[in-house]
């Protein structure tokens, strides 16, 4: 089972702490916090419903299909979810196993997910199982057309991937599930 409290209490220190370092600010603004784990933080405001923003986002077994690096999102009759990644030569690609919830409020809405260990999706070789994966989505409606998105997720990469390089991958990260999300909400409407 998910640790809502958890989940709520670190993005509740995230949205507050002031000492965040910056990565950029356009076209997504990006920022990590040094902690336990590098914790990452990606933004950008949709011109679209929440509703709609939020049936991309739940829609995880075509996260493949519209976001550039994933090339594994499968969900499982246990709500169980595997997330993979392509990482570019000659890092291997990553993954992770996941259990998403989503948590409502006014104006507010979490699909959040935490590291789940499963013999559904077992440790494939070919892959560095990212076993702290954590985080997900907050999305903030600003009206009925616009919405908010922010992205957080754990930044750390595992596998021996090198510190100098960690900064990259999160920016690119932050860009490319952002700008893909929006390029998605944005074919969705017009199709």
């Known amino acids: 089972m998910i640790n809502i409290a958890y989940i709520i209490i670190s993005f509740s220190f995230l949205i507050s702490a002031d000492n965040w370092n910056i990565l950029s600010k356009e076209p997504v603004l990006i920022k990590y916090l040094d902690s336990s784990y590098p914790m990452c933080h990606a933004e950008l405001l949709i011109n679209d419903s929440i509703e709609n923003v939020l049936n991309v986002i739940e829609d995880v077994n075509n996260y493949k299909l ?83 998105v922010i992205y957080k997720w754990n930044g750390d990469m595992r596998g021996g991937f090198p510190k100098w390089a960690y900064s990259q991958a999160w920016k690119k990260q932050g860009n490319e599930i952002l700008l893909n999300l929006n390029s998605e909400v944005i074919r969705r409407k017009n199709k």
Do not use: C, H
Not at 74 to 97: A, E, H, W
Not at 102 to 121: A, G, L, M
């Open 66 to 148: 519209f976001f550039d690096s994933i090339v594994i999102s499968t969900r499982n009759s246990y709500d169980q979810v595997r997330l993979g990644i392509d990482m570019p030569f000659p890092f291997k690609d990553r993954d992770y196993t996941v259990k998403f919830d989503k948590i409502i409020n006014k104006d507010k809405i979490s699909f959040v997910y935490e590291p789940i260990e499963t013999e559904n999706f077992p440790v494939n070789k070919n892959y560095v199982r990212l076993i702290d994966a954590r985080g997900g989505w907050i999305l903030s409606k600003k009206n009925n057309k616009e919405t908010l």
